[in-house]
Every structure is written in structure tokens, then in C-alpha cells.
């Protein structure tokens, strides 16, 4: 079982990455080229490539959704590998982290077709895959502070997908954000991508609270206090503290729009830095 | 959410709020202010989290707090090591300041809940059912059909589409003129209430865990030893055997205590305690925290009297070497004893394995009087006292809590999710719908939605209109058919 989570993992990769490269042909491919000579008319021609780049993004999902379940199948074969929930180290904790990204980017590809936000949700992902092949993949026993079978796997799932969504948000971010003047036209538009920001929290804000209060009754469970401001539970409040932001900046007049797209931003940046951040602040949760 | 915060910058105001108290209850309803609030608590949180913090007990204690801040001062540099502790941010979650944001949120919260409160009341209970011809017109999300029919059947039809579409609806009626109201999930106007004071709850849970609550988290108990827990309380705690396993591997399997608790010496609850499995009795609970090694010392006089007579835990480490170390008084002797273990994982110069090293001073004026190696097992004379360093055993270090206000965090806790959830997936959805007769005598039916321009409601529209729709197209068949056969 654990090799086949090392191949499905793999092929995961490899999915995602050429399903990326499907996507950057379908945004930023030859659009409307007339002067490529082919054996038929121009007017064809257009048509040809239009339809080439449309087959690119299909395809493209395709491979995501590939990619999407290999990641999935990685993950169960490891569970039933360890015998426990794969979320105990760095490396199974960043394969949840790219599970939850793709699966919510292809959550919001499904609702809104936005193609373009592929271009930035999955480097992260792919980028969290690689860096999960440079740390230790063997699966190693419990530690009696992480013998919680039911805290570690939902505590762990909810933090993936507020992670995830929040990877979405961020992506609808800086696409509003470089879609400045209009007619930007592959890119949607910035009522779309404000709304796709503003649902992406909408999942990731309750999934965040609700990590933080699991993490708070494991803490109660384990050592007799919910809150020790503990470094990674601190960063994590930081986090919910920067979208909770967010949620209020929207209905106020002159943070809308630009200014709440860079609370988008720096929550993001909150988020990578509390997934990050035990390894260079230790505390409770440095675990390896 | 609607811009409260723009209220403050109406020009006409009542004289009451031209008073102070009006104009700080209009501070305080501002979502700008909120945000403000949000973003410097976020920001000391961060500071928090990057800059090391002191722990309470060094803090505290004067000497402890200047050597800490010796250390800071390797780390960050002189000036900016004062410029920090002049800004208490090596303290912040436990400063005047920190609070302070704390509560300005909190009254923040509780003044917008109370402002608003009016308002979304007024919007669930009782809704404005009959609308105007414009709102129907402009509404961003409209619709119009025309029946054949008098205005009641064809307001009988609509409502008929509503309910399909799981909405509740009032009617309002004339002459020839129908007016429809339906909404669903229109509690959820008050998850914004329940998302918000739940913050307001957990403050008070911490408040009253604050005040009622009682912890030590370092609560040693030598293997064979029973040890009065304290805390306001007439428990006290025997550990019968500590256990740690490790894996093949190298790292720690499980890690158990056997408790036996006692009340006033009667056993009451006996059980094991791990590290995710804590034992409870009478609101106490004990929490496995960590563990060590004893030495088991006797001391007795030339003439055989003992001294001392039990487990020494070497719960503390040296500074220099990091060997175990643990301390006992006799004080009779005025002398205090301090038993240091040899250096776990190497060989140790100083205390070979097997042996005890014992430092002796007096306790009045802190001077060593003698220092010498004890071998297990054997009784020697040092400065006129006979010690034996009996056997090894193990101690544990259990963190024990007693904490009213955890259950009143885990209600409030679930009020927040349960308020996000209604706010953001039970959005509070209202329509209104006119059936008004034409002189033609034909009814023209109107529906009309309010909203953002925001896709979710437009699809929610989009559903309520094709439901509603559907049934007035085949209302319209029926009527067809009818007619039809009249005509025949």
C-alpha cells in the first residue's frame, strides 16, 4: 500500500503538471491568429485555434481532475498503510495541504469556468507537491501527543481545506488585481473574480474557526488548556483575525475592491506562514 | 452587513446624541472602527507570534526577567531589546494594551449587535408585503408574465410555484390586486448576532476560567507516593507505577501513569492516565504533562534516626552538563540536598552510571558543605550523616486543571460555527410578487428579487422564477384547453 501511495503521488504530480501546461495554452495561447498559414481559409484558421485552445482547457481540466483523484488515492492507500490519518509530518501534511487547493480550485473551475485562476492556485499546489518530495516521506508511528485518530484527521481536513480555499482567494486576488482597466478579456471579470475571493472565504473562514476550535479541544483533551498561545495556534488566529478583516472590509465603503483584494493577499500570506511556520518557531506543534 | 459606520456622518442629529454618551455610542457603531480594531489586534498577535515571548513566571520575578532579557539582547540586539520591552512585546498577550483592544472589540461587538438589532428584527418580523410599482420595476432581479385569469387564481398559482421552491409566503389582497411576500431562512438574519457575541462568550469563558479556575501544571508525583493535590481541594494523588514504551524506532509509543485518587485519604477513582486520555474527578483533571526519574534516598544519624526516607524527583536539569537533578531539605539539619543523576544516552565523567551525585548546603546561607558520589545500594557517611542511594525510580509530572469556563468556550465555540454556517449557507432569501388585474382583464404578475449582483442570487432567482413559471404556464394551458373547448 505504501508504494502505491508513492506512485499515485507521482502520478499526481505528473497530472497536475501537464494539466498546467494545457491551461497556460488555453489562457495564453494564439487567440484569434489570422496570419498562420494553414491548408484551409483564414477565417478556418481562427476557428482551428480557438477551438485548439478550448480543447487545451478541457483537456487541461481533465488532467486536473486526474491529477485531483491520484492525489486522493495517494492519500487513502497511505491511510491504510499507516493505519492512522496521513497527517502527522510535513510531507503527508503537504500532500493534504495540495488535495485541499485542487479540490477546492476545481470546485470553482466547476462554478465559474475561470480558467485563468488555474494558472495561479495550481503552481502552489504543484509547488507544495515538490516540496513535499524533498522531506521525508516514510511513514513513521504516533508520538503519544498525536494518538487522537479522530482530532488529528478532521482537525488536519478542516485546516486543508480552509488552506485550500484560501489558495483560491488568493489567486482571485491578484487576477483583480491585475485586471485593472477592462477589456482584459482572458481574464473575467472583476465582479466574478471579487465574488469567487469573497466565496473562497466563505469556505475557508468557518473551516479555519472551526480548525482552530478542534485544535483547541485536542489541546484541552491532551494537556488540560485550550489555549497556550502556542506559536502555530497563534499564526492561525492570526489568520482568522486577517479574513475575519476581509469579511468587515467588504461592506465598508472604500475598502472594497483594491483594498480588500490586499487583505486577500496578506491572509494568504498569514496562511503559508502558519502552515510553514512550526519549523522555524517550534512550540507545540513542531512534531518534524 | 449594511455600512453602520456611514450613521456617523449624518448631519442631523437629536440632542441626545449631540451629548458625549450619543456620540461615543455612535463611536462604537462603526464597522470602520471594527476593522481598525481587527487589523492592530492581528498585528499584535503577529508580534506575538514572530518575537519571543516570556512565560508569566519569568516575567513575574525580577532577576529571572533581567537574565531573560540578557539573552533577548543576544538575539535581537541592546536597542531594539528596549525598544520591545519598552512596548511590552515580549508580553503581549498578557499587557494592559493587548486588553484593551480586547475589550474595545467586545464593546464594539456588543454596540453594532444592539444597534442592529432593531433593524433585522423589523426585516424577519412582520415583512412589508405590498411594494410599489417601481420597486417591481427596478428591482435588479425582475420578472413579468401575463394570465388570463383574476387576480387571485393567478396569485393562487404564484404562491403555489413559491411553495414548490421551499419558500414561506404571505398574502396581502384587494380589489383585483394581489400582493405576495416569501422569504426562507429568514432566522438566519441572526447568525450575524450568533457568529458575533460568541466572541463576546468565549471572552467570558476565559473571564470565568480566570477567575474560578485553578491549575498546576507541574505536579509531581514520585511512583509509590500519594501527594495532596492542593488547589482549594481535599484530593490527593498516589501514583502506583509510570510506564513509557518506545517504538522499535526509537520514538515514544505511550506514556502512562496509574493514578489512584484519594479524598480526604479515601480512594475514590483509580485509573490510567495517558497522554490523550486525561482522569477526571470532581471537576479536577489530571493530564498527563511529562515524567522523569527518582533516586530513592534514605538519611539517617549516627544513631539511626531517619531523616528522610523516600523518592527524590530529578525533575530539573542542570545548567551545565543537563544532568537530572532534584533537591530534598532536612530540616532539622538546616541542610538542603540536591541529588544529581548521571547524563542519559553517554557516559558521564562526573556521575558514572549507577551512582548519585549529592551536593550538600546549608539553607540558611546557601554554602556547600560537602559533595561526594553516592554507589546504589551502599550507606556512606557524609558530613556526619548517614545517606544511602537506595534504587531509581520514576516520577510523574501531571498538569492538573480545574476550569469553569471551558464548557462555556465549547458553547461558544459551536454558537460561532453555527452562526457562520446559517450566515454564509443559509442566506435569508426574500421575494416579492404583485398580481394586479388589467382593465383587459388579464393579470399581470410581477416577481422581484433585492440583492448584491452576485451570481449565487441570481441562480437562486433564476430557480424561484423557473419553479414559479412552470406553474403559471401550465395554469395558462389549462386555462388554453378550457377556452379552446368553448370555443368548439
Known sequence: ?288 | MENVGSQARVPQRTYWETRTLGRMWHFFTSVRLALVLILAITAAVFAGTMLDQVAPSVRSDPAMYAQWLTRAEGRYGVFPTKVLEFFELFNVFHTLWFRLLIGLLTVNIIVCTLNRWKGIWRTVFPPRIRMTDAFFQHARFNAKYVMDERAEAAAATVKKGLKHARYRVSTEGEAGSVALYADRNRFSRFGTFISHLSLVLILAGTVVGGIWGRSDPEFIVPEGITRDVGLGTDLSVRLEHFTDEYYVEGPPKDFRSDLVILKNGEEVKRGTVRVNSPLGYGGMKFHQSFFGQTAVMTVKTKDGTSLYDGPVPLAWQTREGNRPVGSFTLGTENLEVWVIGPRSGESDPLVPAGEMRIEVYESSSGALRTATNLSQGTEQVVGGLNFTFGREGRFTGLSVVKDPGVNIIWVASALMIIGLVMLFYMPHRRLWASCKEMPDGKTEVRLAMTGQRDSQISAEFERVRQRVGKELRSRQAEEDQVQGGNHV
Open chain 1, 1 to 288: 500500500m505504501f508504494e502505491v501511495s508513492q506512485y499515485t503521488f507521482v502520478a499526481a504530480m505528473v497530472a497536475l503538471a501537464a494539466g498546467l501546461a494545457l491551461y497556460l495554452v488555453n489562457v495564453f495561447g494564439p487567440r484569434g491568429v489570422r496570419s498562420l498559414s494553414f491548408n484551409t481559409g483564414g477565417t478556418q484558421e481562427t476557428d482551428s485555434f480557438g477551438s485548439a485552445m478550448k480543447t487545451a482547457g478541457r483537456y487541461g481540466s481533465i488532467l486536473s481532475v486526474n491529477a485531483f483523484g491520484f492525489l486522493t488515492a495517494s492519500i487513502i492507500a497511505r491511510w491504510i498503510a499507516a493505519g492512522h490519518g496521513p497527517f502527522s509530518n510535513m510531507y503527508e501534511f503537504s500532500v493534504a495541504f495540495a488535495w485541499g487547493a485542487m479540490g477546492i480550485y476545481l470546485y470553482f473551475e466547476s462554478q465559474y469556468h475561470a480558467r485563468s485562476l488555474a494558472l495561479l492556485v495550481l503552481p502552489i499546489a504543484l509547488g507544495i507537491l515538490i516540496y513535499a518530495t524533498t522531506v521525508p516521506d516514510d511513514i513513521q508511528p504516533l508520538v503519544p501527543a498525536l494518538q487522537q485518530d479522530l482530532l488529528l484527521t478532521i482537525h488536519v481536513a478542516a485546516a486543508v481545506v480552509a488552506y485550500g480555499a484560501f489558495a483560491v482567494g488568493f489567486g482571485a486576488a491578484i487576477l483583480f488585481l491585475v485586471q485593472r482597466k477592462k477589456g482584459m478579456g482572458w481574464l473575467p471579470e472583476r465582479t466574478t473574480l471579487d465574488e469567487i475571493g469573497y466565496r473562497s472565504v466563505m469556505i475557508g473562514f468557518p473551516m479555519m474557526a472551526l480548525t482552530i476550535i478542534l485544535g483547541a479541544i485536542w489541546a484541552d483533551i491532551a494537556w488540560g488548556r485550550y489555549w497556550s498561545w502556542d506559536p502555530k495556534e497563534t499564526a492561525a488566529l492570526v489568520t482568522l483575525l486577517m479574513y475575519g478583516g476581509y469579511l468587515h472590509a467588504r461592506v465598508i465603503r472604500g475598502w472594497r475592491g483594491e483594498r480588500s483584494a490586499y487583505l486577500l493577499l496578506l491572509g494568504f500570506a498569514a496562511t503559508a506562514f502558519t502552515y510553514y511556520g512550526n519549523y522555524f518557531l517550534g512550540g507545540l506543534h513542531s512534531y518534524g
